[in-house]
């Protein structure tokens, strides 16, 4: 019996042309092919998360995490303004966090449908809706070869329509991956390097309208997860009901063997390029960047990160920040080793977080 040889390892496995002879010489379980179908198909496939554990984690997870959010501060502005609260990279510093990042059997099923190892790098713990407008993640986690991303969304409690669902556009995932070039912005030249992100989100309306996708909505039960791709339309609905909580985790995962980067923030063609060095938080080991079996060299990463064309005006935490109260607030950052300052400007901002 001859074996078949892809042609096309640069291209997951669950949108390869080859489909059909990948997944059968794979042997995959029907369980497995009904996931890889649906994906393919859809964008998205909706599992039991496989963990014996999960309830006590999840109750622990919410405890734990409680108290950092300040709910009042929310309720009283943030909801009314569609944003919503965040701890980023829980992994690093809780144990329940990285075991549901790092599960086996997650990681397992994500490695059998992209065809490379799956690696976990980011966490986000929600514990309201994050009332996000409709986007894609590929533009801004990316990798060459495009693609191999994507991510697991994990309901904590039971989610519906007035504690801020998730949404969805099943089929979105097709369209092309568009980047700065195809919307005519260089993110070098501009004081804010994301200030074109107006762009994509309008871009992202009109494709949805041309192609007539319908939105879909997940009202999940607790356990319930959602697996999507890269470039998937999704985005979260209208919390209704602000006195609700919404505790949830997203995991973002990469795949071996690829160079990660930031498209929103580069330009290839003035040799800036937003590297990724992404840590596995399955192991805590950094990844190195791989194009074509080649590692890409520390020279190469740093002159891509600094080769901007004009002079970007770093923002400045806000009058009276203490880094040192940030910390005591936050333990988790604390535990994380990080520069206060850093991690509030880069996501203690955007996540809600307490600094005094």
Request: with cysteine; hydrophobic share 35%; proline share 7%.
């Amino acid at each position: 019996m001859n074996t078949f040889v892809n042609p096309l390892p640069g291209v997951p496995d669950v949108e390869s042309p080859f489909f059909d002879e990948l997944f059968a010489q794979k042997g995959a379980p029907d369980s497995v092919l009904r996931v890889a179908k649906q994906l393919r198909e859809k964008g998205f496939a909706i599992i039991d998360f496989p963990d014996p554990e999960f309830d006590a984690r999840a109750e622990r997870i919410k405890a734990k995490f409680h108290e950092r959010f300040d709910f009042d501060h929310w309720r009283d502005e943030l909801w009314h303004k569609n944003d919503g609260l965040r701890i980023q990279d829980a992994w690093e510093s809780d144990e329940d966090v990285q075991a549901i990042a790092a599960n086996p059997g997650i990681l397992d099923l994500l490695s059998q449908l992209y065809g490379r190892r799956a690696i976990p790098f980011q966490t986000l713990n929600f514990p309201v809706g994050t009332q996000q407008p409709i986007h894609n993640d590929a533009i801004h986690f990316s990798c060459v070869p495009e693609r191999f991303m994507c991510g697991v969304w994990l309901a904590l409690e039971d989610i519906d329509g007035s504690n801020g669902a998730l949404e969805y556009y099943p089929g979105s995932h097709k369209f092309p991956t568009y980047v700065n070039e195809h919307m005519g912005a260089c993110s070098s030249t501009q004081l804010k390097p994301t200030a074109h992100y107006v762009q994509y989100l309008n871009l992202w309306q009109k494709l949805i309208q041309t192609a007539g996708i319908a939105p879909e909505t997940f009202h999940a039960k607790k356990g319930q997860a959602l697996i999507w791709a890269s470039n998937l339309l999704h985005g979260g609905s209208k919390q209704t009901d602000p006195a609700r909580t919404r505790w949830s985790q997203v995991t973002h995962y990469y795949f071996e063997n690829c160079v990660y980067y930031t498209p929103v923030v580069s330009d290839p063609a003035f040799g800036r390029i937003h590297y990724r060095e992404i840590k596995d938080a399955a192991t805590g080991i950094v990844q190195p960047n791989i194009y074509s079996g080649v590692e890409v060299n520390r020279t190469t990463i740093e002159r891509g990160m600094s080769s901007a064309i004009g002079e970007h005006a770093r923002p400045t935490a806000p009058a009276g920040f203490d880094p040192v109260g940030y910390l005591r607030l936050n333990p988790d950052v604390a535990a994380a080793g990080v520069d206060a300052v850093d991690h509030y400007l880069e996501h203690g901002v955007f996540e809600g977080r307490k600094w005094a």
